[in-house]
């Protein structure tokens, strides 16, 4: 069965930081995303990418980067952290030959930064 | 922009009910539909998707797609107390690789 880690499920950074989010899949597949969730706000796309070193920005790409340097691997990048990206960060792929409907993606199990 | 609309909630209903969660969206090229259940703390994940106009059933769910009225829906019938989550209802628009738009979500709440 796929599977999707996120390297944190809490992280408690200071204003200004540089942030690493890291996510990583099992299988082969291409497409990788991250999303942030907010209250009242739903899932929104940051970035995602189709191939390795291959990206695109989402709808709300300010203040982030992302690497994708592996197929597995897919991070994201905070390069200097605000109160305004405290949030649930959510990474997703999308299963090519093993889901149900071609375009599931299937998220991993988030990650909850505070940026304080 | 493309959106994706869903009530808020709560949607509060007893036990052994059927629940009605309703979705619309404005992309007309929009071709695949997904339901995906949260649990609160937890990640999504996919309940339902449907394609293709009308009804598609799978165990106690049931989604429905009306292309023309832009409108899709999912039916809990039998509600259970494990039910009450926040449903997400989920979008891909024609020649967007893969990328999801996703309403706010609907918090289902089943009372015992």
């Known amino acids: 069965d796929v599977k999707v880690t996120q390297s944190s499920r809490y992280l408690v950074k200071r204003t200004g930081e540089k942030v690493f989010l890291e996510c990583v899949q099992d299988m082969d597949h291409e497409n990788m995303f991250w999303y942030r969730q907010d209250p009242g706000l739903g899932l929104r796309l940051i970035y995602f990418s189709y191939d390795v070193k291959m990206k695109e920005k989402g709808d709300i790409p300010e203040g982030y980067s992302v690497s994708r340097e592996k197929k597995e691997r897919f991070s994201l990048i905070l390069e200097s952290a605000s109160t305004n990206q405290t949030s649930m960060y959510l990474c997703a792929i999308r299963k090519q030959t093993s889901g149900r409907a071609p375009d599931e993606q299937f998220f991993g199990p988030g990650t909850r930064l505070t940026v304080l | 922009q493309k959106e994706v609309e869903q009530n808020s909630g709560p949607l509060s209903v007893p036990e052994g009910a059927i629940a009605s969660l309703n979705c619309t969206y404005s992309?007309?090229?929009?071709?695949?539909f997904f339901w995906y259940r949260q649990y609160s703390g937890k990640s999504p994940e996919l309940i339902m998707f449907?394609?293709?106009?009308g009804d598609k059933e799978d165990g106690r769910f049931t989604a429905q797609l009306n292309k023309a009225s832009q409108y899709v829906s999912l039916l809990i019938r039998d509600s259970q107390p494990s039910d009450s989550a926040t449903y997400l209802c989920?979008?891909?628009?024609?020649?967007?690789?893969?990328?999801?738009?996703f309403g706010t979500g609907t918090r289902l709440q089943v009372t015992l």
């Open positions: 449907i394609y293709s106009n």
């Open positions: 989920a979008v891909k628009s024609y020649g967007t690789a893969s990328k999801l738009t």
């Open positions: 992309d007309r090229g929009s071709q695949s």
